[in-house]
């Protein structure tokens, strides 16, 4: 029951903080989520909601009127795996938290969870994001519960973060860590604490969303009956059989394919040229293996899982600057995506990913208005997602950069 109000008072202060807009974006081209382009359009917005979206101009007298003409106007982007909070928490929040979460929104992102931030300040930045404290992204978060403990402590754990009202569990599955194979009977031992912490979730109505990094990690998480997985797996390419079985399981997967692949410019100095792993370590030394390989690896193993049907969403793993971090997986992804299917995997299939279609993920008539507008056109040149103007939430203009 508390579990049931804490969400319902969530939900209410969202309503509250985002004090929706009625609004018309006119002159606009379109890209729904769904695939489909409507070349100049028009955009409604009431009570937060999208009351219409179609082709040429729609009477809305009384509205107010954002004129998109040489832009694109798309769904809100998603980012299904981030981690957030860096250092002293209580210093971060008082000093950081509110550039952080701004900068969430001036990229364009309108959603994002949290996969691995510590519980109590987690849940208290998604508390001062719901009330309206601080301005910023939709936040789902996750409580950790490890797989190297007992399967009797493992479901403690879990019901334990249900009561203290997280979203979701996040584990991780690892049979073979930094690529050092454990014994056969510790491989046991953590699938059995998987398979318990999975269980649990289920009783308790709360998604498992789970670390595997592996093709093996990957099946193992399958046999467990997880209920997401947040990493296309690297080390081994995967098998399109393997891919059949993942997709039969139905257990949606999100993108992190830019682990691997060297990043520029984005820890301390900017001016930096040398190539870095996501963390900030040499590259490619400090890649786990030590080598180049799961840059490779995870691309074309991402195309193998879309190609077998699986629902392939968006996350990145990262902790650096959103926009910064969006042209970082941008990257590989375009490297085996088209642009029409990295704005489907970024919108559609993340929303669906999160449970969340219903609300988010596509410009249609009953959804949230969880908007971007975009000084480009990404189907002709992704990289303009790079170029946000403007970001509407719920209704509300939260980012206008014209």
Known sequence: MRRLLAVT??????????????????????IDGNGGVIPRGTVVVRNGRIASVAPGATAAPGLMVIDAKGMTVMPGLIDAHRHIIQG?????????????????????????????????????????????????????????????VTPEAARASVRMMKAAGVDVIKSRLELAPDFKERTPADKAKVKETMAAIADEAR??????????????????????????????????????????????????????ISFGVPAFGVFGDR????????????WPAGVPGGTGRAAGEKAVNGRTLFDAGVLYGYGTDTGFLPADSLAHELRPLYLVFSAKDIITIMTKNTAAWLDMSKDIGTLEAGKQADIVIIDGDPLNQIFDLLKVKTVIQKGKVVVDKK
């Open 9 to 30: 008072c969530l939900v209410l202060l969202w309503s509250l903080n985002l004090t929706a807009q009625d609004l018309v974006i006119t002159n606009a081209h379109i």
């Open 88 to 148: 002293n928490a209580d210093q971060w929040m008082k000093d950081q938290a509110a550039k952080k979460m701004q900068d969430f929104l001036d990229a364009g992102f309108t959603t994002i969870l949290s996969a691995g931030d510590a519980l109590n300040p987690i849940l208290e930045l998604r508390r001062k994001l719901a009330s309206g404290e601080i301005k910023g992204p939709r936040l789902i978060a996750a409580g950790r519960v490890e797989t190297t």
């Open 203 to 256: 009783k308790a109505g709360i998604p498992t969303i789970v670390h595997a990094s592996t093709v093996p990690d990957m099946l193992a998480c399958v046999e467990a009956r997880v209920t997401r997985l947040v990493h296309t797996p690297h080390g081994s390419w995967l098998s399109p059989e393997d891919a059949k079985i993942v997709a039969q399981s139905g257990i949606p997967v999100t993108s992190t």
């Open 271 to 282: 001016s930096d040229n040398a190539p870095r792993f996501r963390d900030g370590k040499p």
